[in-house]
């Protein structure tokens, strides 16, 4: 079963205004975090934020913060002003604390963003 | 601080070739992880590390694949009889063991091409 889903395949942004990438997950594992990773064309997985299962706030993080709906299992990544940089294609994934030791990240397909000049 | 490091960034082999690639962690991270990961599509965990400890297999990981981490620092990850579904980018990540809130820091990735 696919505990990641992103529904957006792709976005597109206008620079300078704000977008939101959706992330809805599914675990029975009581403790867990939420990553987004971002990767560029050139293939680098570069970390933008995390949120823990029992953090009581929303991660924030410079321009990425992280709109964290525990009850009905979302982690949208929120980007503000955004820039040409930005385009690139956009992971959610999670990690199962209690379930998985090992600490394997599950990832979602990815949601392509584009910002328009 | 040195990132992590994969050599090579791409290989081109024919189909039934054996290949492998190499992954360099940060030097103090004693979790490694490698993924796959095919075009349009997120990564999938493939195998992972505890130091030179391998606790964790998928079954992803047929048993052409193979992969090692002798001295607990870099690891090898190696295809045998490579077949055309092996094209992919092969990406190694690495991690501290604790806390579970550290996120792993991937390499550039080793881009597999089978003719």
């Known amino acids: 079963a696919q505990k990641i889903t992103q529904t957006q395949p792709g976005m597109f942004v206008q620079e300078k205004e704000a977008v939101t990438l959706d992330c809805t997950y599914d675990t029975s594992d009581p403790s867990y975090g939420l990553f987004w990773y971002k990767q560029p064309s050139s293939g680098e997985m570069i970390f933008l934020i995390y949120?823990?299962?029992?953090?009581?706030q929303n991660a924030t993080e410079g321009r990425y913060s992280l709109n964290f709906q525990k009850a009905r299992k979302s982690a949208n990544l929120v980007i503000s002003a955004s820039q040409l940089g930005d385009s690139a294609m956009y992971f959610c994934?999670?990690?199962?604390?209690?379930?998985?030791?090992?600490?394997?990240?599950?990832f979602g397909q990815g949601t392509e963003l584009s910002v328009k000049p | 601080d040195t990132g992590v490091s994969q050599d090579p960034r791409h290989k081109i082999t024919k189909r039934g070739q054996n290949v492998t690639f190499r992954c360099d962690p940060i030097?103090?991270?004693?979790?490694l992880y490698w993924y796959r990961q095919t075009l349009g599509q997120g990564p999938e965990f493939l195998t992972y590390f505890q130091n030179e400890a391998q606790l964790e297999k998928s079954r992803l990981l047929s048993d052409r694949f193979s992969a090692e981490r002798p001295k607990g620092s870099f690891s090898t990850l190696e295809i045998q009889r490579t077949e055309q579904g092996d094209s992919a980018m092969y990406l190694c990540?690495?991690?501290?063991?604790?806390?579970?809130?550290?996120?792993?820091?991937f390499g550039d990735g080793t881009r597999l091409s089978i003719l």
């Open positions: 949120q823990g299962s029992y953090d009581q």
């Open positions: 030097s103090e991270h004693n979790r």
């Open positions: 990540a690495s991690s501290p063991g604790t806390p579970s809130n550290q996120p792993q820091h």
């Open positions: 994934a999670m990690r199962e604390v209690i379930y998985n030791q090992g600490g394997k990240l599950i």
